[in-house]
């Protein structure tokens, strides 16, 4: 798998959008961008995932960069259930998956 | 989405004995399953590929004999953890691959966690 970097944590206000950005300099061809994120205690819960382009679904919107070397996930506006820590992962489609670890955020009321 | 469930959603054993985790795919079928264990404040680490009807494949330092894997169908896999020791003290996930969806995506269960006294 591609490496990703993100930071380890971040904060932000309940009913804002919450940005979490991930660097994928190395990304080759084949691989897709994938998101997770794992509420304390459970498991991990899939979020979305891009190629190339943009995507957006009823939880989050994916903005890939033209050169795909970085990815930020987008959650329109934070709800203190949103508090989790994201985990973005870059392979191919049907390679396992291996988790780095990732951000965690804190959304504050 | 597809839903995945595990049980039991947690267990308490004694030292020595074997402990069974079932990963069920509930509402599609999955050739293949993956299994994590993850301590507190860490994160998931991937202990080996399950394929439906074939022998599961282990990463690098996880014991085969120690954690046995079988994927009879295309909605279960188990996992025992045999003759546990309080190390193996873990939070145990599974994960699926619908095989009907092209675009990759894994679907997890809720989590078993294990506490061997």
């Known amino acids: 798998d591609a490496k990703t970097t993100q930071p380890p944590s971040m904060d932000c206000a309940e009913g804002r959008a919450a940005n979490l950005p991930c660097n994928h300099s190395t990304i080759s061809g084949n691989e897709y961008v994938y998101w997770y994120r794992q509420i304390h205690s459970q498991g991990p819960q899939y979020i979305i995932h891009?190629?190339?382009n943009n995507e957006t679904n009823e939880m989050a919107s994916l903005i890939i960069t033209e050169d795909r070397k970085s990815s930020t996930l987008i959650l329109p506006h934070a709800t203190l259930r949103d508090t989790a820590v994201y985990y973005c992962i870059v392979r191919p489609r049907y390679q396992k998956v291996t988790f780095g670890t990732g951000t965690k955020l804190q959304v504050i009321p | 989405g597809a839903v995945v469930s595990q049980h039991p959603s947690w267990v308490i054993c004694k030292s020595g004995t074997s402990v069974k985790i079932e990963c069920r795919s509930l509402?599609?079928?999955?050739?293949?399953m993956f299994w994590y264990r993850q301590f507190p404040k860490q994160s998931l680490m991937l202990m080996a590929t399950s394929n439906e009807g074939s022998k599961a494949t282990y990463e690098q330092g996880v014991e085969k004999d120690k954690f046995l894997i079988n994927h009879a169908s295309l909605t279960l896999s188990t996992l025992t953890v045999t003759s546990a020791h309080p190390e193996d003290s873990s939070f145990y996930i599974c994960?699926?691959?619908?095989?009907?969806?092209?675009?990759?995506?894994?679907?997890f269960g809720e989590g078993s966690r294990l506490t061997v006294l």
């Open positions: 891009g190629l190339k």
């Open positions: 509402d599609f079928q999955a050739t293949t």
């Open positions: 994960s699926a691959r619908d095989r009907g969806i092209d675009t990759g995506e894994l679907f």
